[in-house]
């Protein structure tokens, strides 16, 4: 079947643009995670949500981030005035959650430039 | 507290030698320990993970070794292969406000030289 979409896969922007970053995840799948990777840095946790809530949130960095899931399906994360620190591959991935050892499925991610 | 610690950045192996990357943690709450295999433009995928109860799982050349006393976990590759070059993300897991929440470490860069 199909597996974790992200789009765009690339996309460059101008600083102080906003910017807006799509996952279709597995259906089905009622957990959905974002998470950011930049050089060095490993996966930062961003944010995750079961159904439409999101229980957790800490992992934003800062209010110019937020992300919101409708139908339990898609998921946007939405960065307002980019700046060149945002720069980086935001990754999703999505997950049954029914029991501890239910797999992240990844998306290959959006790459994210800002110039 | 939770964070995962991972080294090295990078390894250079042989072929066919054994390739090991380190995490440790903090928080006793983590119950799931996956590691993650990424490869140049495509999303991590699972490799293979351990719960606390035991102390070692192996899967064809991969084993992940696992001291809970010391809150350590480490990936083993045996006769490692060129095709073995990606980088490895470990992780831990705990059930939190209804879901599983991933903390990662930061990655190693595995290079299998031919």
């Known amino acids: 079947g199909a597996g974790v979409s992200q789009s765009p896969s690339n996309k460059v922007t101008e600083k102080g643009k906003d910017v807006e970053l799509r996952c279709d995840p597995i259906?089905?799948?009622?957990?959905l995670y974002w998470y950011r990777q930049s050089l060095g840095q490993g996966l930062e946790f961003l944010i995750y949500?079961?159904?439409?809530?999101?229980?957790?949130k800490s992992g934003l960095p800062s209010d110019r981030f937020s992300a919101e899931r409708t139908g339990g399906s898609v998921s946007t994360l939405t960065i307002q005035r980019t700046q060149q620190e945002d720069s980086a591959v935001y990754l999703c991935?999505?997950?049954?959650?029914?029991?501890?050892?239910?797999?992240?499925?990844f998306g290959n991610g959006t790459r994210l430039t800002v110039t | 507290q939770q964070q995962v610690k991972q080294s090295p950045q990078s390894l250079i192996v042989q072929k066919g030698g054994i390739s090991i990357i380190n995490c440790a943690y903090e928080?006793?709450?983590?119950?799931?320990f996956p590691w993650y295999q990424q490869f140049p433009g495509k999303g991590p995928a699972l490799l293979i993970a351990?719960?606390?109860?035991?102390s070692e799982k192996k899967e064809g050349r991969f084993t992940i070794s696992f001291n809970k006393s010391a809150k350590q976990f480490s990936l083993h590759i045996m006769d490692s292969q060129p095709g073995d070059s990606a980088t490895y993300f470990c992780?831990?897991?705990?059930?939190?406000?209804?879901?599983?929440?991933?903390?990662f470490g930061t990655g190693t860069r595995l290079k299998v030289l031919a």
């Open positions: 991935a999505s997950s049954l959650a029914r029991t501890y050892n239910s797999p992240l499925h």
């Open positions: 259906s089905g799948h009622t957990a």
């Open positions: 949500f079961q159904g439409n809530s999101a229980p957790d």
């Open positions: 928080n006793t709450a983590f119950d799931y």
């Open positions: 351990i719960r606390p109860d035991v």
């Open positions: 992780a831990a897991s705990a059930y939190t406000s209804g879901t599983y929440k991933y903390i």
